[in-house]
């Protein structure tokens, strides 16, 4: 009669096990770099638009597809935007492609950064550092980004 209280719970594991080695060799098929951030132009009074170009590396012989990636962003350590992009993006086999995201920020996130670099005089340093989420194939993979600009 115990065998039968086993059956769920083996099965139960056996999932998490293999989910997490799915996880655990999707993170390492799929590099993911922040190569720049650029600025566009809004209209009106706006704030200009932030661009964060990643680049992709698909190191496998299958395709892959990243269906989102989401988090926040932060500027020396304080927030500053949302990232949302739930466009798919097949990175094919062996190759490297570039995907830009626009961040999306408020006046009132955005204010106290601007006023911070404004009032401090010489050069500064921005630590850009973010804890994304990619949705790779289905899986869900954590990614922290980091970057200085002088």
């Given at each position: 009669m115990q065998k039968n209280y086993f059956f769920p719970v083996i099965l139960v594991l056996g999932a998490a096990v293999y989910y997490f080695s799915k996880l655990k060799?999707?993170?390492e098929n799929l590099k993911v770099n922040l190569v720049n951030i650029t600025t566009k132009k809004s209209s009106g009074l706006s704030l200009p638009k932030v661009i964060l170009v990643f680049q992709l590396q698909n190191v496998t012989e299958n395709a892959l597809n990243l269906n989102a990636i989401v988090g926040d962003i932060y500027i020396n350590g304080a927030y500053f935007a949302n990232?949302?992009?739930l466009k798919p993006i097949t990175v094919q086999p062996k190759s490297n492609t570039y995907l830009d995201v626009e961040l999306q920020t408020s006046v009132l996130d955005a204010l106290p950064i601007i006023k911070?670099?404004?009032?401090?005089?010489?050069?500064?340093n921005l630590k850009i550092t973010g804890n994304l989420t990619?949705?790779?194939?289905?899986?869900l993979v954590?990614?922290?980004?980091?970057?200085?600009?002088i």
């Amino acid at each position: 009669m115990q065998k039968n209280y086993f059956f769920p719970v083996i099965l139960v594991l056996g999932a998490a096990v293999y989910y997490f080695s799915k996880l655990k060799s999707t993170g390492e098929n799929l590099k993911v770099n922040l190569v720049n951030i650029t600025t566009k132009k809004s209209s009106g009074l706006s704030l200009p638009k932030v661009i964060l170009v990643f680049q992709l590396q698909n190191v496998t012989e299958n395709a892959l597809n990243l269906n989102a990636i989401v988090g926040d962003i932060y500027i020396n350590g304080a927030y500053f935007a949302n990232v949302s992009n739930l466009k798919p993006i097949t990175v094919q086999p062996k190759s490297n492609t570039y995907l830009d995201v626009e961040l999306q920020t408020s006046v009132l996130d955005a204010l106290p950064i601007i006023k911070d670099l404004i009032v401090k005089t010489g050069k500064r340093n921005l630590k850009i550092t973010g804890n994304l989420t990619l949705n790779v194939n289905g899986i869900l993979v954590p990614l922290k980004i980091e970057k200085t600009i002088i």
